[in-house]
Antibody, heavy 123, light 111 residues
Framework: QVQLVQSGAEVKKPGASVKVSCKAS????????MHWVRQAPGQGLEWMGV????????RYAQRFQGRVIMTRDTSTSTAYMELSSLRSEDTAVYYC????????????????WGQGTLVIVSS | QSALTQPASVSGSPGQSITISCTGT?????????VSWYQHHPGRAPKLMIY???NRPSGVSNRFSGSKSGNTASLTISGLQADDEADYYC???????????FGTGTKVTVL
């Protein structure tokens, strides 16, 4: 069965960077796009960006441009999201989510999600 | 890209039906069929409930249904059950530089 297992919680100081991992199993990793979505405390879901798990190309939400880098390691079927210049407003649960439909025919919805990674930014 | 607008909360008694609205613009909901709905129990991963406006993934109860009219999408839950108590988010593909937008979220309470 499809599983997305994320790395554990992180506590970071303002200005630091955080790298969250998302290990996929149960499907062909390189056949699907992987998205990252976050939820700040008391807030709704916010789309951050997407990575093509096959070719590695990325597309980021405008508000994260310059601060986020999404990568993947096809040998371990793992996607990564690194966010830099952290500020308190980046305190949130970060989710990876697979886009349903293979890369050749993306379906523009998210059928499997990781369990979430809590990132706390505090001095 | 602004978040899609949802009511903050909706409630109903067991067995009743409720409807959650999700209002956007012609650049998102009104322009595409790619509206989806997610159920989110706190502490758990969100779950896809509806995709492409009105389609249910395999395994999702037929008590959940979706529709769209103009720039507003709706999720209806019929035969409300205790386990339906959760947060619900709509999402749409958009024509903006940020291609996906979520709704503000609706807390469903089963009385």
């Amino acid at each position: 069965q499809v599983q997305l297992v994320q790395s554990g919680a992180e506590v970071k100081k303002p200005g630091a960077s955080v790298k969250v991992s998302c290990k996929a199993s149960g499907y062909t990793f390189t056949s699907y796009l992987m998205h990252w979505v976050r939820q700040a405390p008391g807030q709704g879901l916010e789309w951050m960006g997407v990575i093509n798990s096959r070719g590695g190309s990325t597309r980021y939400a405008q508000r994260f441009q310059g601060r986020v880098i999404m990568t993947r390691d096809t040998s371990t079927s793992t996607a990564y999201m690194e966010l830099s210049s952290l500020r308190s407003e980046d305190t949130a649960v970060y989710y990876c989510a697979r886009e349903s439909g293979v890369i050749a025919a993306p379906a523009k919805n998210f059928d499997y999600w990781g369990q979430g990674t809590l990132v706390i930014v505090s001095s | 890209q602004s978040a899609l607008t949802q009511p903050a909360s909706v409630s109903g008694s067991p067995g009743q039906s409720i409807t959650i609205s999700c209002t956007g613009t012609s650049s998102d909901i009104g322009g595409y069929k790619y509206v989806s709905w997610y159920q989110h129990h706190p502490g758990r991963a969100p779950k896809l409930m509806i995709y492409d406006v009105s389609n249910r993934p395999s395994g999702v109860s037929n008590r959940f249904s979706g529709s769209k009219s103009g720039n507003t999408a709706s999720l209806t839950i019929s035969g409300l059950q205790a386990d339906d108590e959760a947060d619900y988010y709509c999402s749409s593909y958009t024509s903006s530089s940020t291609p996906y937008v979520f709704g503000t979220g609706t807390k469903v309470t089963v009385l």
